[in-house]
């Protein structure tokens, strides 16, 4: 008899070849071990205060609210932290527990090449070995993040299959891992893959709500009515989610990178448009051909430019805790400029997807209402692709 | 139960790994043939996957041409069926999870049954996940290849106990693709599984030449290639089949030798 674990609902499990099943095995119990053991804790919390710079601020978006004319808009400011992303949060949780395990070496995949800079800055500081795996479309699209992995003393390698982005370097960081297991861990950067790996990055990321949930109940007294976070593979969104999940009055809100449009090829949206299957070491959801062919998707955005989405949003889209919603390219866009403009803070663009939701939301709701975004990362690495997909001839 | 067994009882077996619609099917139906008539005991049929995580660069191509050349599950169930009026040894599939369950296992199993393909190997469903297909497979009569690798360890036997058809043994760390030199210590592998069950154990990952297939045979009941074959393939196209007929005799003749 079988036994699946990690299940949210009908989706998650552990897809993965045999040769890594003692690994994950491994990486199972010395989490189940080290997430209760007060050491592990402590130096964690250290690292993230006084390394990373949390708590991160929830910021009251006076500005964008008066503009928008509706719901108080508060911003979780995950773009402050040290590396200039929420991916830190996960890097450290997991580059201490590798540490911790015995592991000399870090692999990691990258889209935009914020988890990939995260886990270069993780190893330098723990003094690990580091190699990621980024595919050459978004090197060439994030070339000043490649650059930045290389400062940190990691070695980036580009991935030139299959679409030459996000999926295929987590098919390449999987290949990778499967050759070298003794000394290596795979510091899986969203909540995805096969089981542990959902499970843990949640709970790294998990820090983001459990700190705005606080902070929101200080400043105005009671929870927000919506939170709005953008999903690719979705660390930032569940983490943003997590502590209000059983809060049933407060709306979770993930956007979808739609790309050019739901009703194109050239989309990401996961939810939106695909449908259940079994990929990257899950069940979830995943933009697929009817033979079940995982299909070229398509974002602005290289961090949201994923044909799948983490096994417990499947499952939050099921029970109808959460709302996915497509935000297109244009969208986005606006919202990264409408955002520097009113409020002086550049979202990368990933994040500008929930800026970009919160546009449209926030004046159709009263104004004692509020909604917290999660700038999920800061926007200078795109401020060249942003420029060009405007016409301007900017190169870095 | 399937007719997969059988092909353990001419010796040693040779399996040779084909990707279907490389470059085309009529010529894979062509290498079939060849390979059928030159001693080949078991045929692994590859079902293209767009991102074969499992493979290395050299399959990997081979999927992603096949992919190219518009084949797709339905098109090979035909080939199989049509294979089968004159093909008798077994065939299995090689392809990944999702290629099954988007077809809806219980119809791919069905269409297996009918065609007469007895068993399907999935890369990416370990022991623990076999119960997403494994009663649907039995129904049908479909072996669900068990695989186990050199980091298996305390695992073996409780995958060999339930093993149907025959043992994949994945003889290094990795991803498929040719090496110089295999490194696991197979023969204390095979003799745990051997411990649990009778089924047989067929070596893969690594083996091109024909030394290696004789000494992976040897030590278990079985060699098989695959990149190897894909680089033949890749290299003469439409007129491979004999150059693969060629290369599977000399294959089965130096595991025939270890008997």
Known sequence: MSSSKGRFGVHGGQYIPETLMNAIIELENAYEHYKNDPDFNRELTQLLNEYAGRPSLLYYAEKLTRELGGAKIYLKREDLNHTGSHKINNVLGQALLAKKMGKTRLIAETGAGQHGVA????????????????????TIRQ????????????????????????????????????SRIDDTHYCLGSVMGPHPFPTIVRDFQAVISRESRAQILEKEGRLPDAVIACVGGGSNAIGSFYHFIPDEGVRLIGCEAAGRGIDTFETAATVNTGRIGIFHGMKSYFCQD???????????????DYPGVGPEHAYLHDIGRAEYVPVTDDEAVNAFEFLSRTEGIIPAIESAHAVAYAMKLAPTMDKDKIIIITVSGRGDKDCAAIARYRGEDIHE | MSNIRSAFRNGKAFIPFITCGDPDLETTAKIVRAAAE?????????IPFSDPTAEGPVIQGANLRALSGGVTTDKIFDLVAELRKDVKIPMVFMTYANVVFSYDAERFMARCCETGIGGVILPDLPFEEKDEFSAVARQYGIDLISLIAPTSADRIAMIAKEADGFIYVVSSLGVTGVRSEITTNIGDIVEVIRQSTDTPCAVGFGISEPEQAAKMASLSDGAIVGSAIIRIIEKYGRDAAPYVGEYVKRMKDAVRSVD
């Open chain 1, 290 to 304: 009817e033979y079940g062919q995982i299909a070229p998707v398509y974002s602005i955005s290289a961090g949201l």
């Open chain 2, 38 to 46: 030159n001693g080949a005991d078991l045929i692994e049929l590859g």
């Open chain 1, 119 to 138: 886990t270069a800055t993780a190893a330098a500081l723990l003094d690990m070995e580091c190699v990621v795996f980024m595919g050459e479309e978004d």
């Open chain 1, 143 to 178: 070339a000043l993040n490649v650059y930045r992995m290389r400062l940190l003393g990691a070695e980036v390698i580009p991935v030139k299959t299959g679409t030459a982005t996000l999926k295929d370097a987590v098919s390449e960081a999987m290949r990778e891992w499967t």
